[in-house]
């Protein structure tokens, strides 16, 4: 069993990254812009905000912090990322979820230019990657394909089983490890939530991504020798051990799944700080395509 690190992986896109920005500020150019909207103070928004940001610098990005509280009207909102649409000198833009519930998260996501939709959530991006058109693709699967990259996982021919359909993690991820991708071209399954046979399809996956924010929920009964694993979930659970109160599980028993598989991501350490890489990626694209670069 070999653990797939998170913080490895993330580290070497970002260190090719930050050499290809200083390469690009060598030429004149000025650097790529992301711009994050903050509404309210949520705790683990906050964290991811911060997170992105240090990234995003550590880089060489410029990155801005527009912060609205959390009563901010949509109207304000909307008009917020309108201005930041017409910001010529900001190449991305990314308003963290979730957001308060009299704010609809679906207009929000429908108002950014999709030229600058780095999370990769328009209708526009989410259609090219259904029809294989280069596109912005959700942070978390990108983040999640630039992990199978790194180490160099075999997917070609391979039966995938994904855990959860949402519209960020397990539908997306499903498109890309199907698609003709140098690390996609395996046969799918998608499971969800009304799935019956979840446990036999889950023992049928070379490679198994569990997407459902449960706990524990995969154990090794469920997942067959050699299976290559992806833990998606975050979730914070009650410790009173810990410092701040919770902790951080995945959705797989990593303890007791981990000796049955070749290779695992860990969680915290894993697909969690690949997200991050994935955003900083579609920032350069969208950078690019503004500057006319390739
Ligand atoms: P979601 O709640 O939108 O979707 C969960 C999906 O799981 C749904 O499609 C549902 O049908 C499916 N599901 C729920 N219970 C199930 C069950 N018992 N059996 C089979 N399927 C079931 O969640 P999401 O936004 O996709 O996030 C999933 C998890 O990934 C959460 O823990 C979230 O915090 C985490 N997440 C992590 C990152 C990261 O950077 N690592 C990014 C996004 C989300």
Same mark, same amino acid.
Request: net charge neutral.
């Given at each position: ?33 992301? $711009? ?51 910001? $010529? ?49 959700? $942070? ?108 951080? $599980? ?45």
């Amino acid at each position: 069993m070999q653990i797939l690190d998170g913080k490895i992986a993330a580290a070497a896109v970002r260190e090719s990254l930050k050499t290809e920005v200083s390469q690009l500020k060598a030429q004149g150019k000025r650097a790529p812009h992301l $711009a994050v909207i903050l509404v309210g103070n949520n705790g683990a928004s906050e964290t991811y905000v911060a997170s992105k940001q240090k990234n995003s610098l550590e880089i060489g990005f410029l990155s801005t912090l527009v912060r609205l509280d959390a009563t901010v009207s949509e109207e304000i909102l909307l008009s917020e990322i309108e201005s930041l649409n017409n910001d $010529a000198t900001v190449d991305g833009i990314l308003v963290q979820l979730p957001l308060p519930k009299h704010i609809s998260e679906q207009k929000v996501i429908e108002t950014i230019n999709p030229n600058k939709d780095v999370d990769g959530f328009h209708p526009v991006s989410a259609g090219n990657l259904v029809l294989g058109i280069p596109t912005f693709i959700p $942070a978390t699967p990108y983040g999640i394909m630039l992990m199978l990259e790194h180490y160099n996982i075999p997917t070609k021919g391979k039966h995938a089983v994904v855990i959860g359909r949402s519209n960020i993690v397990g539908r997306p991820m499903s498109i890309l490890l199907s698609s003709n991708l140098p690390y996609g071209n395996c046969t799918v399954t998608i499971c969800h939530s009304h799935t019956p046979n979840l446990k036999e399809l889950c023992l049928q996956g070379d490679i198994v991504v569990a997407a459902l924010g449960r706990p524990g929920f995969v154990k090794e009964d469920m997942i067959k020798d050699g299976a290559v694993v992806i833990d998606v979930g975050i979730t914070r659970v009650p410790d009173e051990t810990k410092k701040s109160g919770f902790r951080i $599980a995945g959705d797989v028993d990593f303890e007791n799944v981990a000796p049955k598989t070749s290779y695992i991501t860990p969680v915290p350490g894993g697909v969690g700080l690949m997200t991050i890489a994935g955003l900083l990626k579609n920032t350069l694209v969208a950078y690019k395509k503004a500057e006319g670069i390739e």
